[in-house]
């Protein structure tokens, strides 16, 4: 058994170990019948939004998206209902259809010797080039047919949109809709206001519109008497 002095305390005490982290409180479970709270990120829409554009006027200056029109140079700010060209396109189709089957038949015309030798018996490599040839028109004038058909469904079957049209004193003329008629009524005096004011500045969105001007009414057709072959728009 060994004798002695007692050890030394140390100076200082041993470092005590970090308290655990407290875990946080868990969350209460929702009471039954309770709608949880939507996600932070919205829901894409379930189709695409319609291009949409800004029409503005600032400093006597209407910009249309990325157009400008001065003030100065409108004559005439409107709003009318933009209507298919069903009528025309019925009869544009008859017209084509017929012009479809007088090409094919005189595209025909040189298989016809080829056709009275085949009548008489007489088989010739020459009946089967023409044969060939026969078939070739028609696939074509049956292409031609189907592409004039669709043609003229995609305008009877058109929507008519409410636009606000905007005249210059040149040959430019600017088109913008929106689902609501009565909005496109405020813009036209919104338009009109700023013509005789100077100072009047305003900003709106509207939507773009791009047609066909052979498969819509741009506005009122009428006659200019005086003149050969002149045609205005009426209000």
Do not use: C
């Not at 030798?117 to 490599?125: I, R």
Request: no cysteine; charged share 15%.
């Amino acid at each position: 058994m060994q004798t002695g002095p007692p050890p030394e305390r140390p100076t200082q005490d041993p470092p005590t170990a970090p308290a655990p982290p407290r875990e946080a409180p868990a969350a209460p479970p929702a009471a039954p019948g309770a709608t949880p709270h939507p996600p932070d990120v919205p829901a894409p829409p379930a189709r695409p939004a319609p291009s949409r554009l800004d029409l503005r006027v600032s400093k006597r200056i209407l910009w249309i998206g990325a157009a400008v029109y001065p003030l100065a140079n409108i004559a005439r700010v409107y709003t009318f209902v933009l209507q298919p060209r069903r009528k025309e396109a019925v009869l544009r189709f008859l017209r084509y259809t017929a012009g479809t089957l007088t090409v094919g038949f005189i595209a025909m015309l040189p298989s016809l010797p080829a056709r009275v030798l085949d009548n008489s018996g007489e088989q010739t490599s020459q009946h089967s080039s023409m044969a060939g040839y026969v078939t070739f028109v028609w696939i074509a004038a049956v292409l031609a047919e189907i592409f004039f058909l669709i043609d003229m469904l995609s305008v009877v079957f058109a929507a008519p949109h409410h636009v606000l049209a905007v005249e210059t004193s040149g040959t430019s003329t600017a088109l913008v809709t929106s689902k609501d008629p009565r909005y496109l009524d405020q813009i036209v005096g919104q338009i009109s206001y700023a013509i005789d004011h100077p100072d009047t500045e305003f900003k709106v969105l509207v939507e773009s519109l791009t047609v066909s001007p052979k498969n819509y009414y741009f506005g009122d057709n009428v006659n200019m008497y005086g003149g050969s072959g002149n045609v205005g728009i009426g209000a």
